[in-house]
């Protein structure tokens, strides 16, 4: 099955600065991969995500980039700011099969 | 007016009783799914269901049933609660499960704890 490895698992950031977080899968055949934030006591939720024939996507302070020969994929965040300090979760899914979510990075920024 | 709704929020037990947690969807979506997130915050897939027919049973103990009385509707039922099942449970729809790409959508989580 699919195997999804998420660095780091914590990373703290002063407010303004850019955050990435890094995710790796096994499963070649995976088409698809979403984040997905979870601030504390709250539920997780999807912000961004992409396919497989697309290498890039971007939406406001956020991007998703993707690497498929060395199946990796990646968050980037520009201009942190407080609010934006919660579990950050990736995800792969291939076809028919489960999501299979990364272990999770817990963002802290720092005012 | 929420999308995916559980109940209760909280359930505190002993070790041995039975329960069961609750979720329904009002987004017209014909998959549902249960997670579990340990202490450790880490997202598990249990069950999926389509259409009110198992699609996925991730090797969760059979003292875990889920049931489906209509798509909209997702329940838990736990028997002989252990220790290690404390957990937050999230249940989950989207569209249609079988297809490559779509979003998930959470409930707000069933934090369990078995004392």
């Known amino acids: 099955g699919e195997n999804v490895e998420q660095h780091p698992s914590t990373l703290s950031v002063q407010e303004g600065d850019s955050a990435v977080i890094k995710c790796t899968y096994s499963d070649s055949a995976s088409n698809y991969f979403p984040w997905y934030k979870q601030e504390l006591g709250k539920r997780p939720q999807l912000i961004i995500d992409i396919r497989s024939n697309v290498g890039e996507k971007k939406d406001q302070r956020i991007a998703v980039t993707l690497n498929k020969t060395a199946k990796h994929f990646s968050l980037h965040i520009t201009e942190t700011q407080p609010e934006d300090s919660a579990v950050y979760f990736c995800a792969a899914k291939a076809g028919y099969s489960t999501l299979t979510f990364g272990k999770g990075t817990m963002l802290l920024v720092s005012p | 007016d929420t999308a995916v709704s559980q109940t209760p929020k909280y359930l505190v037990t002993q070790m041995g009783n039975d329960k069961s947690i609750k979720c329904e969807q009002n987004?017209?979506?014909?998959?549902m799914y249960w997670y579990k997130q340990d202490s450790k915050k880490f997202l598990k897939i249990m069950f999926s269901?389509?259409?009110?027919?198992?699609?996925i049973n991730e090797t969760v103990p059979n003292r875990f049933s889920p049931k489906s009385p209509d798509k909209a509707h997702l329940n838990l039922h736990i028997n002989s609660l252990e220790l290690g099942d404390s957990a937050v449970y999230f249940c989950?729809?989207?569209?249609?499960?079988?297809?490559?790409?779509?979003?998930?959508?959470f409930g707000p989580g069933t934090r369990l704890l078995v004392l």
């Open positions: 989950a729809s989207s569209q249609d499960g079988r297809i490559g790409w779509e979003t998930q959508y």
């Open positions: 987004l017209g979506h014909d998959t």
């Open positions: 269901y389509n259409n009110k027919e198992l699609i």
